[in-house]
């Protein structure tokens, strides 16, 4: 066969594999393949040159690229993040479980770790899809939201399971599209962004303990949805967007400020995009970030790719540094 007759068959397959992932990834479906339990087995990480971008946008620095996979079934599909601290990161995916790693680049020999998040209390029963991470960097509690089941559980530092709640304004929610993005601020108080709609909710406290939610409206770029929320030193929050396009990748990935003490629910909170990162990053379906406070206000940010375990994409780790200028909020310009 010419190599002109095989081009039709070829972009037949390419959109054959965004159709498929438009599929896996729009509210209300799950294309997903059931993952067996599994004896644990190692990782690799493997570095990417991605010579083909600049190192800089914007203020933002690319200091790392990696490529992670394992034989492990219960590896990928990762989907939210935490940084245990400077060298340990733990990612969660949409099908329960855990990985504990170190963070490519540091002297840890933590090792890596693969575990299930099996005590969820009287959720059991519903399906583990984990979207959404927040930590009390004081004390190592963490807080996890699930689409599907629309709750929310709360765990120790030893991933014991303290309590769990569905808050009642998330009931309303897809079963494919809930808490996305949440942060727990300094204060105490958390934010969540839905995947869908821009209705975001304010939490004075702990959801956990029955605090009640403050509803406000948020702004983002035109198509564009929240995949994951972290805190900055100077208490403004950074937000992990992406939209899926009919192109190849079909992801494209920006990151917004946004500032929690403008808070208001008689007009929209505006997400002011800082960042493009398909100027700095290979395209892919990034979900997860975690923010690590360096020297002063300057950051070191984490992001790391959800897979939709398929054979068109990969679990991509990325490490950007930034300084946030003092001036740069939205309501600045």
Do not use: C
């Amino acid at each position: 066969m010419t190599a002109s007759a095989d081009r039709p068959k070829r972009a037949r397959s390419r959109l054959l594999a965004i159709g498929l992932l438009a599929l896996a990834l729009a509210p209300g479906t799950l294309l997903r393949s059931d993952v067996p339990e599994t004896a644990e087995l190692g990782m690799t990480v493997r570095p990417l040159a991605a010579t083909d971008l600049p190192l800089t946008n914007g203020g933002f620095t690319r200091t790392g690229l990696w490529e992670l996979d394992s034989e492990n079934l219960n590896f990928g599909g990762y989907s939210a993040l935490l940084a245990l601290g400077p060298d340990l990161l733990r990612a969660f995916s949409d099908r329960g479980s855990m990985l504990t790693f170190p963070a490519p680049g540091t002297s840890s020999d933590f090792g890596t770790r693969f575990a299930n998040i099996r005590d969820r209390g009287e959720f059991a029963g519903k399906f583990p899809d984990i979207e959404s991470v927040t930590r009390d960097p004081a004390t190592g509690t963490y807080w996890l939201g699930f689409e599907v089941s629309h709750s929310l559980l709360r765990y120790d530092a030893e991933s014991r399971l303290e309590g769990g709640v569905q808050p009642p304004e998330w009931r309303g929610w897809s079963v494919n599209s809930g808490a996305e993005a949440m942060v727990r601020l300094a204060d105490g108080r958390f934010i969540v962004l839905p995947e869908q709609g821009r209705v975001a909710l304010l939490y004075p406290g702990d959801p956990v303990e029955g605090a009640e939610a403050l509803a406000f409206g948020f702004t983002a770029p035109e198509g564009y949805s929240p995949t994951d929320m972290g805190a900055l030193p100077d208490g403004r929050v950074l937000v992990l967007l992406r939209k899926v396009e009919m192109t190849y990748p079909p992801f494209s990935v920006r990151l917004a400020l946004a500032d929690p003490a403008k808070i208001d629910p008689e007009q929209a909170w505006h997400l002011e995009v800082v960042a493009d990162l398909d100027a700095l990053l290979p395209r892919e379906n990034y979900e997860g970030m975690a923010i690590v406070p360096g020297e002063g206000e300057s950051v070191t940010i984490w992001l790391i790719a959800d897979d939709n375990r398929s054979a068109f994409q990969r679990s991509l780790l990325a490490r950007l540094e930034w300084t946030p200028e003092s001036d740069e909020s939205p309501d600045a310009q």
